[in-house]
């Protein structure tokens, strides 16, 4: 493959865009990123990072130095010299479950006028079957090409995950345009697929569900570890240590969130509902979750003497999983809104959040976990942030009206809690 240094242009920069921007530019690109949010270029144009992302502020600011990346208001800007151009723009859940693609359609029409012959056109958003082609037809352009090269990459450890992932995944039926998206990633050690349009954007769907089915899988195998008596967590080493289980996503919890997943899956159930498949496994999925949330809330009111109402409940974690500060489809804010709607006054902590949350305003959220656990009846620990595990018991019993706790990430040191009389409750186990 001949090494190429391309100019390219990133349409959207919020976690997936910056990211590919960010890392492009490290890996010796010339990359714009553009975005229609002016606060949020002009911070970037300052090296000032909106996320919490690992790895990501030092590569912008080497970015910005080396003069390989820059960020500008709007789409048509970023174009000069763009020989790609990588659309990163939301595809939020629509009304019936399918993915909106409102942003991508209007990102491509933005685009259409100003871009070069013989460029390609990128679709990192993850995007149904068919949208290849729709991307096509907003650009009206026959003289460019449209690949899709889905992203796999996971909030928290987004650029170690760019620059390092499982596979790098190409959808093109042109050769040559599949070879120069490839050629972008000179320097990245990973198995490189190309495939056709349609099979690229079926595996980031699939891949996303079949985690998201791993998951309801395990919180339901706790649920009866609950009822017979076993341990979720040796059950689920014990499983894991079978190379075709394996031990990643394979640990119970609150139940699955995020910007990806809930969406993701309701997409997949949507593409095959069109394409005459009722995909109930899937279906079974997502209502395993819904009452993962529901059996998590019943496990605080059950440590709380039956009734949350008029009761403090604590909680650490409100981010959908530890190291991001993404708030989207969380876990947490599901039990958070669960506890509320029965009453509960609510005191979080989290260590990516500060201040209120303006979709719950009865929500205390407070600056530190000791503040959160003040009055409280229980503990309910919502998200895996390894500070938790650091915590001083002693100061956190003394702070509580009563010493319940309810780990919904089989986080903490059970026998250590219960050595120092807390009531424990897990996911799983006891
Ligand atoms: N977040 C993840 O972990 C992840 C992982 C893999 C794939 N994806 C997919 O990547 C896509 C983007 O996700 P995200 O989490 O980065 O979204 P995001 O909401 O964090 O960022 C999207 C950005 O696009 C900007 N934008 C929208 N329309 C624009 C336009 N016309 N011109 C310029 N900017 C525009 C928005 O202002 C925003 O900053 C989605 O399809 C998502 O499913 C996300």
């Known amino acids: 493959m ?63 130095q080396s003069g390989r990346l820059r960020f500008v208001v709007g789409a048509a800007g970023a174009l000069d010299d763009a020989e790609f151009v990588y659309l990163c723009v939301p595809t939020p859940q629509g009304p019936d479950g399918s993915a909106d693609l409102r942003y991508i359609e209007a990102a491509a029409r933005e685009i259409a006028p100003g871009l070069a012959p013989e460029s390609i056109v990128v679709n990192k958003s993850t995007v149904p079957v068919g949208s290849t082609r729709l991307v096509e037809q907003a650009l009206g352009r026959a003289d460019v090409f449209v690949v899709s090269n889905p992203e796999f990459l996971r909030e928290g450890s987004a650029v170690s995950d760019f620059l390092h992932p499982d596979r790098v995944v190409i959808g093109s039926d042109d050769q040559g ?131 949350v109402q008029g009761k403090t409940i604590a909680v650490w974690g409100l981010t959908f999983k530890a190291n991001t500060d993404d708030l989207r489809e969380s876990p947490a804010l599901q039990i958070v809104e669960r506890l509320l709607a029965r009453g509960a006054a609510v005191q979080a902590y989290d260590p990516a959040v500060r201040g209120s949350l303006d979709q719950y305003p009865a929500l205390d959220v407070v600056d530190d976990a000791y503040a959160a656990c003040d009055g409280a009846a229980v503990l309910a620990v919502l998200t895996e942030w390894d500070e938790f595990k650091w915590v001083d018991l002693d100061k956190v019993g003394q702070l509580m009206a009563s010493t319940c706790i309810v780990d919904a990430r089989n986080l903490l040191d059970r026998a250590a809690i219960i050595r120092r009389g807390f009531t424990y409750q897990g996911i799983g186990r006891r």
């Open 2 to 64: 001949a090494s190429t240094m391309g100019n390219i242009a990133i349409i959207g920069t919020g976690y997936v865009g910056l990211t590919t921007g960010a890392c492009f530019a490290h890996l010796g690109h010339n990359v714009v990123c553009a975005d229609l949010d002016a606060a949020k270029v002009e911070s970037l144009q300052r090296g000032e990072i909106p996320i919490l992302e690992a790895g990501l502020d030092e590569l912008v600011r080497e970015g910005l």
């Open 177 to 307: 345009a599949a070879i120069r998206v490839a050629s972008l990633y000179m320097g990245v050690a990973a198995p490189f697929m190309v495939t056709d349009p349609a099979s690229a954007e079926t595996i980031k769907y699939a891949s996303n569900a079949f985690l998201a089915t791993k998951l309801s899988f395990v919180n339901a195998v706790a649920a009866v570890c609950e009822a017979v008596g076993a341990d979720a967590n040796d059950v689920v080493l014990g499983m894991g240590y079978d190379k075709r289980i394996g031990h990643e996503f394979l640990r119970p919890g609150p139940g699955w969130g995020g910007s990806c997943f809930p969406k993701d899956v309701q997409a997949l159930l949507y593409i095959a509902r069109q394409a005459g498949y009722d995909f109930d496994l899937l279906d079974g999925v997502v209502s395993v979750n819904e009452e993962q949330f529901e059996r998590t809330t019943e496990k605080v009111v059950a440590m709380a003497g039956g009734s």
